[in-house]
């Protein structure tokens, strides 16, 4: 019956095991969409059906739960799957989301595979640039951190730290009622681990010269090989 086809993609992986149950016309197509849509898997699922009748040709499941999307978060989601039966045996022949509908051995739904297939390939390419960049976005923030502290330091003690050591223990050529620190309780390293380099003072009108020499860790060079430094904007690194 419906009900029991219904009550079998309940089951746990429920996507996956349901590939085992669509029609010969919309096999393979659904195999690819499986992987496809395999992170939309609810944790929970409550079904209905439009008929359990055994001379019913034709039904639909919903799915309503919650799933977890790559950032963690909840979102709520209902996919309506469209059955029909074949040969004695009910099959997965299209699938309702939103506002879209389709059949499986439509050219509709082998446009959709492939705009999916698209947008997880743009996923996938994003992911990639964004753990390259990763040490980037560490250099560049701890950076910051650290400029906001050497800021701190100067203002309250009329003078720049001579050493990053300076901001966790008060040096001897600063006064103690002058002293607000420790203005950091560890030390903050770039995005490939290694200690920030500290010029004081720094070059030209610089009071003070804070950068890492990148990936390859030797002055100059372009993208991750470039000198992050306090004295360039973030726009400009």
């Given amino acids: 019956t419906v009900e029991a086809y219904a009550k079998s993609l309940s089951e746990e992986n429920y996507i996956e095991k349901s590939a085992s149950f669509f029609t010969k016309k919309a096999g393979e197509l659904w195999r690819e ?60 022949v299209g699938m309702t989301e ?4 389709f059949r499986f051995d439509s050219e509709k739904a082998r446009k959709e595979v492939e705009r999916m297939k698209e947008m997880a390939q743009d996923r996938e390419r994003k992911r990639v640039k964004e753990k390259r ?21 100067w203002m309250d003690c009329d003078t720049y730290p001579k050493a990053l050591k300076d901001l966790q223990e008060r040096p001897d050529y600063v006064k103690k009622e002058s002293w607000k620190g420790p203005y950091i309780d560890k030390e903050f390293k770039d995005g490939w681990n290694r200690n920030f380099l500290y010029e004081v003072p720094g070059p030209g009108d610089h009071e003070y010269h804070l950068y890492s020499l990148g990936a390859d860790n030797k002055p100059g060079g ?9 004295i360039h904007s973030p726009e400009d690194q």
């Avoid at 939103?98 to 509908?101: E, I, V, W």
């Avoid at 372009?222 to 306090?230: E, G, K, P």
């Fill in 33 to 92: 969409m499986c992987l496809l849509i395999s992170d939309r898997q609810p944790d929970y699922i409550q079904i209905t059906t439009t008929t359990t009748k055994e001379e019913a040709t034709t039904a639909s499941v919903n799915f309503i739960g919650i799933y977890k999307n790559k950032s963690g978060e909840e979102v709520p989601t209902e996919i309506q799957f469209l059955l029909e039966k074949e040969e004695g045996r009910w099959g997965i």
């Fill in 98 to 101: 939103g506002k879209r509908t």
């Fill in 133 to 153: 960049e990763e040490p980037k976005r560490i250099t560049l923030y701890n950076m910051e951190i650290l400029v906001h502290y050497i800021q701190a330091f």
């Fill in 222 to 230: 372009t993208d991750l090989n470039f000198d992050f430094s306090s």
